[in-house]
């Protein structure tokens, strides 16, 4: 199994993402969106992780599973509901960045296709790897 490698390995510099909207075609959000979602559960089942740790987990994936329950058709839900709702990171003062978008641009970084319907296990890996090593948070 392939892994995206560590932002820092890149010299990421995550400014920039604060302040973008995503590139990527709408419909890819859910699919990463899924993804995150399955990995915080995976994450939050862990034998032997500490019992806050593990309810950060759980919440991370209730709010995720809701967001990917969405209507992404019509109108209600634009990316700014994705950036309010999902795990974000800090940035700088004030300025913050989704998982979500910065799983989705890394996949589509590295030129992997986006599964349509079904649960790729790189994908996942990948949001394991994010939900791990950043320092993220919910919005309150």
């Known amino acids: 199994m392939t892994s995206l490698p560590p932002l820092g390995n890149h010299g990421a510099d995550l400014q920039p993402l604060a302040v973008s909207r ?22 939050a089942r862990l034998p032997d992780l500490d019992p806050a740790a593990a309810a950060r987990y759980r919440e991370a994936e209730a709010v995720l599973r809701s967001l990917a329950d969405d209507e992404w058709q019509g109108p209600g839900l634009e990316w700014g509901g994705v950036q309010g709702r999902s795990p974000v990171v800090v940035v700088g003062p004030g300025r913050v960045v989704s998982l979500a978008d910065l799983l989705a641009r890394a996949w589509n970084h590295h030129g992997r296709r986006f599964p349509n319907r079904s649960i790729d296990p790189e994908l996942v890996e990948a949001a394991r790897q994010l939900l791990q090593e950043l320092a993220w948070h919910l919005p309150a």
Not at 22 to 41: D, K, M, N, T, W
């Open 22 to 43: 995503p590139s990527l075609p709408r419909g890819e959000f859910p699919c990463v969106i899924r993804h995150l979602a399955y990995a915080s559960g995976e994450l």
